[in-house]
T-cell receptor, first 112, second 115 residues
Framework: AQTVTQSQPEMSVQEAETVTLSCTYDTSENNYYLFWYKQPPSRQMILVIRQEAYKQQNATENRFSVNFQKAAKSFSLKISDSQLGDTAMYFCAFASRDNLFFGTGTRLTVIP | GAVVSQHPSWVICKSGTSVKIECRSLDFQATTMFWYRQFPKQSLMLMATSNEGSKATYEQGVEKDKFLINHASLTLSTLTVTSAHPEDSSFYIC???????????FGDGTRLSIL
């Protein structure tokens, strides 16, 4: 069974600074995807970034980038130049062909 | 614009009522749909996965007879909470995907309150 672990329930960062959210997962599969989703108070699920497991290159999306360490089963999210609008819950997620599991989430607060 | 439409967004009903939640993919064929339940300040808990035309696969601890999932077409999946009770009150979210490797899309969720 797949598990996704986020060890940081809450994080805070000063506006314009950089913050890294951690995520580890456990799986025996080789073909999978990893995601970071943002959930603001509206509860909409917003895709932040996606990584294919077979790609060694770390995904980047503007201010968001990941550090994907497949052997260590680690998938951290780095947010650069943090903005007030980044304040939200962040969920790491693992997708196989038949499942999409979420971690417990990290509540990120950007401080003005 | 939204590619997955989930209705209703909010429903309040009496205990014992059955409630149906619809999840529609608007501009793609959703071969796989997922249903989640989310308690306040907690993560999304996967309830079941359904593939079009097949019976849903339920996660351990989720009552099949309580939470009926139907995925009869490539654009529609429904979750029916049968004989709902206050403990079923929660936020329910659907997610849909085309063939493996295609992007995952989420509905905006349904807030269910059972009195």
């Amino acid at each position: 069974a797949q598990t996704v672990t986020q060890s940081q329930p809450e994080m805070s960062v000063q506006e314009a600074e950089t913050v890294t959210l951690s995520c580890t997962y456990d799986t025996s599969e080789n073909n999978y995807y990893l995601f970071w989703y943002k959930q603001p108070p509206s509860r909409q699920m917003i895709l932040v970034i996606r990584q294919e497991a077979y790609k060694q290159q770390n995904a980047t999306e503007n201010r968001f980038s990941v550090n994907f360490q497949k052997a260590a089963k680690s998938f951290s999210l780095k947010i650069s130049d943090s903005q007030l609008g980044d304040t939200a819950m962040y969920f790491c997620a693992f997708a196989s062909r038949d499942n999409l599991f979420f971690g417990t989430g990290t509540r990120l607060t950007v401080i003005p | 614009g939204a590619v997955v439409s989930q209705h209703p967004s909010w429903v309040i009903c009496k205990s014992g009522t059955s409630v149906k939640i619809e999840c529609r993919s608007l501009d793609f064929q959703a071969t796989t749909m997922f249903w989640y339940r989310q308690f306040p300040k907690q993560s999304l808990m996967l309830m079941a996965t359904s593939n079009e035309g097949s019976k849903a696969t339920y996660e351990q601890g989720v009552e099949k007879d309580k939470f009926l999932i139907n995925h009869a077409s490539l654009t529609l999946s429904t979750l029916t909470v049968t004989s709902a009770h206050p403990e079923d009150s929660s936020f329910y979210i659907c997610s849909a995907r085309g063939p493996w490797g295609q992007p995952q899309h989420f509905g905006d969720g349904t807030r269910l309150s059972i009195l």
